[in-house]
């Protein structure tokens, strides 16, 4: 029997428990350097400028604008919160300065310097936890994810499962599945159009989008589809709808405790249930997905000729069984946020770009230049859209001096 099979049914109990690139200020008050790549040494080479020259709104004494993102404030932080990014760009430029709550952040606009960002992460990146889903997971005593570890324990994690998610070789193994999936989202699109009752719009057409991103992305974690791209609203006590609504409902609970008083870490708060219990959901249906899994392949005489995702993230010797499920855990949940709500930023940007529909549908997919054209589209909009990806700096160890000069 392989060693793969043998790692599987040695660890077949899984246990089932009921906008912006940011760079944050750290507690003494100082600005951000990082070691210089190739994109940034021209950004060095420039005049410095002080951490205290970038210009932002001023807030108030302890809690800065956070009464702005409050319900009575200008952007309520569940309906227009988004709308404050767009003012203070217009207002203060690309590179601006804002004081929420206890959290000093520095926002870039620019994809160009979103890039830089990016690209100084080094080897053992250091970014501030969310303390929010950190507390969550000490309590439900489990691992706390590649998401918020830094340093080696996110190199270790992470490099762990490179081989299986950068390489374009292993990528392009479900490419062929997945373009299925994407091919049945089109056909749902182009048949309500057609019935020309909607006047073109397909109705909840981002909640479709997360019912294709889950079933896409069920195809490289459980290695099946779970079928739930459908244009009818699924079955409340389904696996997928109790996925997507807790998703949903997760990302508002963060937000809200992200941007207020960590008061839930000494009692149970209002927004803090809500959190907890959409997290609960979220781990519930997504281990009992994988703990399927698990169960087919224990069945399993023989290994599969060629292992999954799944089982060779289950396989690896240098990650505790937690930490693989977890893995797979975000994965699923990353489907629902991350890539459905990319998809969205993409189609947005090309409904606001005519030209650039126009070049895209005069290619075909033939043409080397079309080809560029559309990664070069997917590109800018991932830099821009970044904020949906939250990447954030940890700034607490820098010189005086920012290295990254605003406009």
Request: proline share 5%; net charge neutral.
């Amino acid at each position: 029997m392989s060693h793969i099979l043998k790692i599987i049914r040695r660890r077949a109990t899984v246990t089932h428990d009921a906008n912006l690139a940011v760079w944050r200020l750290g507690q003494h008050g100082r600005g951000a350097a990082s070691t210089a790549t190739a994109p940034e040494q021209t950004v060095q080479d420039r005049a410095v400028r002080r951490f205290d020259e970038i210009p932002g709104p001023k807030g108030l004494p302890f809690i800065g604008t956070a009464l702005d993102y409050s319900l009575l404030g200008r952007f309520p932080i569940h309906t227009k919160m988004a709308n404050s990014t767009i003012e203070r760009y217009k207002t203060y430029g690309k590179i601006y300065r804002e004081k929420i709550g206890p959290q000093e952040m520095v926002f870039v606009c620019d994809p160009k310097d979103i890039e830089t960002v990016f690209r100084s992460d080094g080897r053992h990146p250091e970014r501030p936890i969310p303390q929010a889903i950190a507390t969550y997971r000490r309590l439900r005593k489990k691992p706390l994810g590649v998401a918020l570890l830094n340093g080696e324990e996110w190199f270790r994690v992470r490099s762990s499962v490179n081989k299986d998610m950068m390489r374009p070789k292993a990528v392009g193994a479900y490419a062929g599945l997945q373009d299925e999936v994407s091919r049945e989202l089109i056909g749902l699109i182009r048949g309500v159009v057609r019935k020309g009752e909607t006047a073109g719009q397909v109705p909840d057409f981002t909640k479709l989008l997360y019912k294709w991103g889950l079933d896409s992305l069920s195809l490289v974690v459980l290695g099946k589809r779970i079928g739930c791209l459908t244009l009818d609203q699924l079955p409340e006590d389904s696996d997928a709808q109790q996925m997507i609504g807790a998703v949903n409902d997760f990302f508002l609970g963060f937000a809200k405790l992200q941007m207020s008083l960590p008061l839930y870490k000494y009692i149970s708060t209002p927004g803090w249930k809500n959190f907890e219990r959409a997290m609960d959901t979220i781990s519930s249906v997504a281990e009992k997905m994988i703990g399927e899994k698990l169960g087919e392949l224990r069945q399993m005489e023989e290994p599969p000729e060629e292992a999954d995702f799944l089982t060779n993230l289950l396989s690896r010797e240098d990650m505790t069984l937690d930490e693989a499920t977890l893995m797979a855990v975000d994965l699923l949940n990353g489907a629902i946020d991350s890539t459905a709500h990319t998809l969205v930023f993409n189609l947005f940007c090309l409904a606001k770009n005519p030209e650039a529909q126009q070049k895209l549908r005069g290619d075909h997919g033939s043409n080397s230049t079309g080809t560029a054209h559309r990664r070069q589209c997917v590109k800018q909009d991932a830099l821009s859209s970044s904020c949906g990806q939250g990447d954030i700096q940890d700034l607490s160890d820098c010189p005086e001096h920012c290295t990254n000069p605003y406009p």
